[in-house]
């Protein structure tokens, strides 16, 4: 499967072998992932909290969207970069919109199986907003945050 | 009122450039419809029965009169000359051209307004009081919280793929008219024991194929932790909803499948993790939010006006539209002005750009410049003088906007129907103007005081037909249109759902038999009881009898 990767806020093709994959049945029945180079499978009727911090004992971790109208895997990503401080990559399995990728980059994916021919056009999806409301797994400030700042500024 | 600053604009105007971008894309032919439809259907654009509808969010549904004259404007120009207010406080536009509605968009923007999360398995408009921050009975204004969850919800990147569209009401006084109590969440603002001021959390109540009274989770939640709270709630949500079938998507579901318990458990823990994060807005930026929804700058008046009375003792038309269409304002001098959108044999909730027009002048000049939109359809003024009541109650009349009808028997809550709906099995709108028209006599409706008829063209129930004191539900029997009518429910703070009382009347019977119920609660009621407090009383038994007596 062709994927782009986030690397310094951009989406590009890598030619690099996928991880080796380890589904998280074959996980909990003792396979032990390989340093650097195993990926978890997580099934997105999976709870996060499952693998909890074990998770950094693997390189990637694919998380899916079976229909782009399934929305689990936004809350699994932000919970394995959140709550259990995963460093890995976060790759995105399924059908993914142009109009999900900076969703799902605000919520801690960095790598996506999709089409890489058009890189270009999911790149500019990336910079169809300028603020964020709220915050997420990523480095973008809260509106509120640079309101804030601003006014501090102005003091 | 809420002002955009340069990133509130930048957001939405953002928005308008992207959707441009994919409106380019399907006409040029890149995008077929089915791509086309996910991406338009997060900026409120529906294929209806005959074209598209786009629906703009109201947020809380307040307006300012620039905003009010935009949406006349809109109407005019790319649209039949009306538009239609809704329950949720929005409004829809029935026959845009697609290539038109990035303009629109564009227009909308102007004045800070979009159509973004009308539509789509995300979070909706928030939806309050319409008298928030005019009525002597709310604890607080509850706008600031709203502007807060819509800036919060706002293209939130984990809950905008939710298994079901998520609604979220607030109030902050004891009668509720926002109808908290069937929304996926409800928020109520109230006084702790300790004099705190906090929020009543409610959650899974709803309406639609499986209509439940939501149950409250949270009975105290400090302002300061909204955010992370609803946050907690719509992680649970998003992700042990259920995915599997679209009518038992909503959250109500899994609060019912789960248990109430369970569900508070599941989302305390949830809440116990992220409480501590950066997801609660600091105390300066609540406060600068706050700031734009001060009071305005009411004069200091007597409480009673001269001339108020004088206009009422000779115009009895006058007289009646402010004992039914005015409420009572916190502000010595000044009354809460309902404008009626259910003339007499009219559409519920549809307004030419006329009177949208009419409205906003009037809200310019008499009432600081502010119009709200009710969940019931109809427009208000929050604060006038009691000195214009007058002057205000003419230009209205002009208008066919004086109907003094404010929940009365013909300020019906119709859904669109099958007039325009793809979902509908059966028409609403005739029957609300046929009902409308049977007591077209304003000393029968207000003799009668208080019923609320609300109806619904199929079991999605847009029309709130199970919270109706009478509701009605159209179903299509055989390419025929039959109406269930439920009995005794309530949106407000005796929330609870109607019972459905028996078989289907058709077309031609069931006006008949609403006029025999209500003629029936006349007979019957006590001095001063309203008919839902009646139907309490005496039961389903003898309203059935009426209901069906010669049918």
Known sequence: MPMLELVEGKLIRVDTTPCEEISLVVWRGGAQPEAGVSALVLPNDAPAEDVGHEVNAFAAVVLEFPTFKDGRAYSQARILRERFGYGGKIRARGEILRDQIAFMVRCGFDAFEMETSKSGFYNQALLDFSHVYQPAADAALPVWRQRAQRAVAAE | ?551
């Open chain 2, 1 to 551: 009122m809420y002002r955009y600053d340069e990133f509130d604009a930048a957001i939405v105007y953002d928005r308008v450039k992207q959707f441009r971008g994919q409106v380019e894309r399907r006409l040029s032919g890149e995008l077929s419809e089915d791509e086309f439809k996910p991406l338009r259907l997060m900026n409120g654009l529906y294929l209806q029965l005959h074209a598209y509808m786009l629906r703009v969010a109201i947020p809380y549904g307040t307006l300012s009169s620039k905003q009010l004259r935009k949406l006349a404007h809109i109407a005019r120009k790319y649209d039949k000359g009306y538009a239609h207010f809704t329950t949720r406080q929005n409004v829809q536009y029935n026959w845009p051209a697609l290539v038109d509605v990035p303009d629109i968009l564009d227009g909308l923007s102007t004045v800070e307004m979009h159509a973004i999360q009308t539509s789509g398995n995300c979070i909706r408009n928030v939806t309050s009081d319409q008298y928030a921050g005019a009525t002597a009975e709310e604890i607080e204004d509850p706008r600031p919280w709203c502007e807060i969850i819509r800036q919060w919800s706002t293209l939130h990147p984990e809950f905008s793929f939710l298994p079901r569209k998520f609604k979220i009401a607030v109030t902050a006084s004891d009668h509720d008219r926002a109808a908290v109590r069937v929304h996926d969440i409800g928020l109520r603002l109230h006084k702790s024991l300790t004099g705190e001021v906090g929020f009543e959390v409610i959650v899974g109540g709803g309406l639609g194929r499986t209509p439940i009274i939501g149950p409250t989770i949270r009975e105290f939640l400090p302002k300061k932790h909204l955010l992370s709270y609803l946050e907690a709630i719509l992680r649970v949500y998003n992700l042990y909803g259920r995915r599997d079938n679209k009518y038992k998507a909503r959250i109500k579901i899994l609060v019912n499948a789960e248990g109430v318990d369970r569900f508070r458990e599941q989302v305390e823990q949830e809440w116990a993790l992220i409480k501590g994060s950066d997801l609660d807005l600091p105390v300066c930026e609540i406060d600068r939010i706050r700031v734009y929804f001060s009071p305005p700058v009411f004069e200091r008046l007597p409480h009673e006006s001269a001339s108020l009375k004088e206009s009422i003792q000779s115009d009895d038309g006058f007289a009646r539209w402010v004992r039914v269409n005015t409420a009572a304002h916190k502000q010595p001098g000044y009354a809460i002005v309902n404008i009626s959108l259910k003339p007499i044999g009219g559409v519920p909730g549809d307004a030419t750009d006329a009177q949208m027009e009419a409205a906003a002048d009037l809200a310019e000049r008499y009432s600081f410049d502010e119009i709200r939109v009710t969940h019931e359809q109809n427009l208000c003024l929050p604060h006038v003088k009691k000195d214009n009541l007058f002057a205000v109650w003419t230009t209205l009349k002009q208008h066919d906007l004086a109907t003094a009808n404010i929940g009365l028997v013909s300020d019906i809550i119709a859904c669109p129907g099958l007039d325009y709906c793809t979902l509908a099995n059966t028409r609403s709108i005739p029957i609300a103007q046929r009902i409308s028209e049977r007591f077209a006599d304003f000393d029968v409706q207000e003799n009668l005081g208080e019923i609320k008829v609300k109806i619904s063209g199929c079991i999605n129930a847009c029309g709130h037909h199970h919270v109706g004191h009478i509701g009605i539900l159209g179903v299509d029997k055989k390419g025929e249109e039959f109406y269930q009518v439920t009995l005794g429910g309530s949106a407000a703070e005796d929330a609870c759902l109607g019972d459905i009382v028996g078989r289907g009347l058709s077309s031609g019977e069931v006006v008949d038999a609403v006029e025999r119920l209500v003629d029936f609660y006349r007979g019957e009621r006590n001095d001063g009881e309203r008919f839902l407090d009646a139907y309490r009383r005496l039961g389903p038994g003898p309203f059935k009898e009426a209901l069906y007596a010669n049918a």
